[in-house]
C-alpha cells in the first residue's frame, strides 16, 4: 500500500512509547486506518534513554492529581504487561520487587520521615527501614546508610523492550508506520485538521495526535495552544554486574541504580538544559558515578560499558498535555510527559482513547488538557 495516498483515520506524529501505546489502544478499539509517521526509528528517542523506574510513590512529596494519575497507571501496568505478552510472546520484564529509597545524611533523613508519614496518612503502602534492615534486604548498601523507606507496589520496566512489545503488537493490529519521514506541519482548515504535511507529501486524516516528545512544539502552529515543551537532557550510565548486585531499585536524592535481568545494572542521572544536544559529557559521568558508589561501593569494581543521554519532554509546567484541543477539531496532545512517560504509558493511551473514540473528557484528563496554554501569538 502506498500509504502517503490513503487517508487516515487517525495520524499519530512520533513514535515514542506514547505515540506507540496510543496507535495500539486505537487499534483495539477497532479504528482501522491508524498511521505513525516517525523522524527516525521507533522508540529511539527518550523512551529506549530511559530507566524503566514505575516509581510515583518513591518520588512524590503530595498526593495531588498528577500523582494520582501516575499511582492510576502503575497499577495498570500488570495487566498491561500481560496482554503485551499475549500479543506479542514478549515479556517486558515487569519487575515486582519494589523500590528502595536510601538516606545517606541526616537531611536525607528528614526527607525520608516526610515522606513516609504523608504516605502512610494518605493509606499508601510504604515500609520504613533501619540501616540494618535496609542492608540485610539488600547487602551491596553501602556502610554508610542511615536509613530507608521500601515502597513494594513501585516497580520497574525494561523500556527497550516494551518498545519492542508495543511495535509487534502494532503490527499485528495492521496500524501503519512510516519510519524516516517527519511531519512539518499540520493542516487546518476551518477549524478542522484536514492532514499532515510531511518530508514525503501530504497526508490526509481525520485526526491527529501530537505524540512529538521532546520536539512537539516545532510542529505547533499560531493556531493551536502551545505548551512549550523542551528538552531536558538526562544522562545515564551502564555497568555489567554478572551477577546482578541488588534485585530493588534503589534510589538516593542523589541518584537511582536499576539492576536489568541481562546482568546491566543503570545508573542515572542528570537533568540539565542543554537544548536538543544529546552528547553524554564528562561532569555528566561523574555526578552519576559518585551518586552511585555512594549507594554501593560494590560499583566500584564493576565494568562500566555504556553511557547514553536522552531528552525528556517537559511543558512549561511540567505536567503532561493530554487531551484534545477546543480550539481545532480534530487534533490531540499526547505529550509532556517529561520524567514519567515510560510509567503513564497504560493511562495516557486509555484516556486518549476514550477522547478520540468516545468524545468523552474523562475527569482525570480536565487539568492535563492542552487549552489551559495560550494560544502561540504571531507578531
Ligand atoms: C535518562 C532518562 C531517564 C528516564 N527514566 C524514566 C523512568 O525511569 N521512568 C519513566 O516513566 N520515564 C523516564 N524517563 C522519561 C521518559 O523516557 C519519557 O517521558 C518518555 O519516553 C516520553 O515518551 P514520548 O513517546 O513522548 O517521547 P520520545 O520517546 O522522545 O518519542 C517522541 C518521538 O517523536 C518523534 N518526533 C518528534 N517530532 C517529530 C516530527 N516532527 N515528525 C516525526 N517524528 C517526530 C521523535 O523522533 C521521537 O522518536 C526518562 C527519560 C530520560 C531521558
Same mark, same amino acid.
Given at each position: 500500500?502506498?500509504?502517503?495516498?490513503?487517508?487516515?483515520?487517525? $495520524?499519530?506524529?512520533?513514535?515514542?512509547? =506514547?505515540?506507540?501505546?496510543?496507535?495500539?489502544?486505537?487499534? &483495539?478499539?477497532?479504528?482501522?486506518? /491508524?498511521?505513525?509517521?516517525?523522524?527516525?526509528?521507533?522508540?529511539?528517542? $527518550?523512551?529506549?534513554?530511559?530507566?524503566?523506574?514505575?516509581?510515583?510513590?518513591?518520588?512524590?512529596?503530595?498526593?495531588? #492529581?498528577?500523582?494520582?494519575?501516575?499511582?492510576?497507571?502503575?497499577?495498570?501496568?500488570?495487566?498491561?504487561?500481560?496482554?503485551?505478552?499475549?500479543?506479542?510472546?514478549? #515479556?517486558?520484564?515487569?519487575?515486582?520487587?519494589?523500590?528502595?529509597?536510601?538516606?545517606?545524611?541526616?537531611?536525607?533523613?528528614?526527607?525520608?520521615?516526610?515522606?513516609?508519614?504523608?504516605?502512610?496518612?494518605?493509606?499508601?503502602?510504604?515500609?520504613?527501614?533501619?540501616?540494618?534492615?535496609?542492608?540485610?534486604?539488600?547487602?551491596?548498601?553501602?556502610?554508610?546508610?542511615?536509613?530507608?523507606?521500601?515502597?513494594?507496589?513501585?516497580?520497574? /520496566?525494561?523500556?527497550?523492550?516494551?518498545?519492542? $512489545?508495543?511495535?509487534?503488537?502494532?503490527?499485528?493490529?495492521?496500524?501503519?508506520?512510516?519510519?524516516?519521514?517527519?511531519?512539518?506541519?499540520?493542516?487546518?482548515?476551518?477549524?478542522?485538521?484536514?492532514?499532515?504535511?510531511?518530508?514525503?507529501?501530504?497526508?490526509?486524516?481525520?485526526?491527529?495526535? =501530537?505524540?512529538?516528545?521532546?520536539?512537539?512544539?516545532?510542529?505547533?502552529?499560531?493556531?493551536?495552544?502551545?505548551?512549550?515543551?523542551?528538552?531536558?537532557?538526562?544522562?545515564?550510565?551502564?555497568?555489567?554486574?554478572?551477577?546482578? =548486585?541488588?534485585?530493588?531499585? @534503589?534510589?538516593?536524592?542523589?541518584?537511582? /541504580?536499576?539492576?536489568?535481568?541481562?546482568?546491566?545494572?543503570?545508573?542515572?542521572?542528570?537533568?540539565?538544559?542543554?537544548?536538543?544536544?544529546?552528547?553524554?559529557?564528562?561532569?555528566?559521568?561523574?555526578?552519576?558515578?559518585?551518586?552511585?558508589?555512594? @549507594?554501593?561501593?560494590? @560499583?566500584?569494581?564493576?565494568?562500566?560499558?555504556?553511557?547514553?543521554?536522552?531528552?525528556?519532554?517537559?511543558?512549561?509546567?511540567?505536567?503532561?498535555?493530554?487531551?484534545?484541543?477546543?480550539?481545532?477539531?480534530?487534533?490531540?496532545?499526547?505529550?509532556?510527559?517529561?520524567?514519567?512517560?515510560?510509567?503513564?504509558?497504560? =493511562?495516557?493511551?486509555?484516556?486518549?482513547?476514550?477522547?478520540?473514540?468516545?468524545?468523552?473528557?474523562?475527569?482525570?484528563? &480536565?487539568?492535563?488538557?492542552?487549552?489551559?496554554?495560550?494560544?502561540?501569538?504571531?507578531?
Amino acid at each position: 500500500m502506498n500509504a502517503l495516498s490513503n487517508t487516515f483515520d487517525v $495520524a499519530i506524529i512520533g513514535g515514542g512509547v =506514547i505515540g506507540l501505546g496510543v496507535a495500539r489502544a486505537l487499534a &483495539q478499539r477497532g479504528v482501522r486506518d /491508524v498511521l505513525i509517521v516517525e523522524r527516525s526509528s521507533l522508540g529511539a528517542e $527518550a523512551s529506549s534513554a530511559a530507566a524503566g523506574m514505575l516509581a510515583p510513590q518513591a518520588e512524590a512529596d503530595t498526593a495531588d #492529581d498528577f500523582f494520582q494519575l501516575c499511582c492510576q497507571s502503575r497499577d495498570l501496568y500488570p495487566a498491561f504487561a500481560q496482554s503485551l505478552y499475549a500479543e506479542t510472546g514478549i #515479556d517486558i520484564e515487569l519487575e515486582t520487587s519494589g523500590t528502595l529509597y536510601l538516606a545517606f545524611t541526616e537531611e536525607d533523613e528528614r526527607e525520608l520521615v516526610k515522606r513516609y508519614e504523608w504516605q502512610t496518612r494518605a493509606g499508601l503502602e510504604v515500609e520504613q527501614l533501619s540501616a540494618s534492615t535496609a542492608k540485610l534486604l539488600e547487602p551491596c548498601i553501602s556502610e554508610r546508610v542511615c536509613a530507608g523507606l521500601r515502597f513494594p507496589l513501585d516497580t520497574q /520496566v525494561e523500556n527497550r523492550r516494551l518498545i519492542s $512489545a508495543l511495535a509487534t503488537a502494532n503490527e499485528a493490529l495492521g496500524v501503519n508506520v512510516l519510519t524516516g519521514v517527519s511531519v512539518d506541519s499540520l493542516n487546518i482548515k476551518r477549524n478542522r485538521v484536514t492532514g499532515i504535511e510531511t518530508s514525503r507529501g501530504f497526508v490526509a486524516c481525520e485526526k491527529v495526535v =501530537i505524540a512529538g516528545g521532546a520536539w512537539t512544539s516545532q510542529v505547533i502552529n499560531e493556531a493551536l495552544p502551545n505548551p512549550r515543551i523542551e528538552p531536558v537532557r538526562g544522562q545515564m550510565v551502564s555497568f555489567e554486574a554478572t551477577p546482578q =548486585i541488588t534485585r530493588h531499585v @534503589i534510589y538516593s536524592p542523589r541518584g537511582y /541504580v536499576v539492576p536489568r535481568r541481562d546482568g546491566r545494572l543503570l545508573a542515572g542521572s542528570t537533568t540539565e538544559h542543554a537544548g536538543f544536544d544529546k552528547r553524554v559529557t564528562a561532569a555528566g559521568v561523574q555526578s552519576i558515578v559518585t551518586s552511585a558508589l555512594e @549507594i554501593s561501593a560494590s @560499583i566500584a569494581r564493576l565494568p562500566l560499558t555504556s553511557t547514553w543521554a536522552g531528552l525528556r519532554p517537559r511543558a512549561a509546567d511540567g505536567l503532561p498535555v493530554l487531551g484534545p484541543c477546543a480550539e481545532i477539531a480534530g487534533v490531540f496532545y499526547a505529550t509532556g510527559h517529561y520524567r514519567n512517560g515510560i510509567l503513564l504509558t497504560p =493511562i495516557t493511551a486509555e484516556l486518549l482513547v476514550r477522547a478520540i473514540v468516545d468524545e468523552e473528557v474523562s475527569p482525570p484528563l &480536565q487539568i492535563f488538557l492542552p487549552d489551559r496554554f495560550q494560544l502561540v501569538t504571531v507578531s
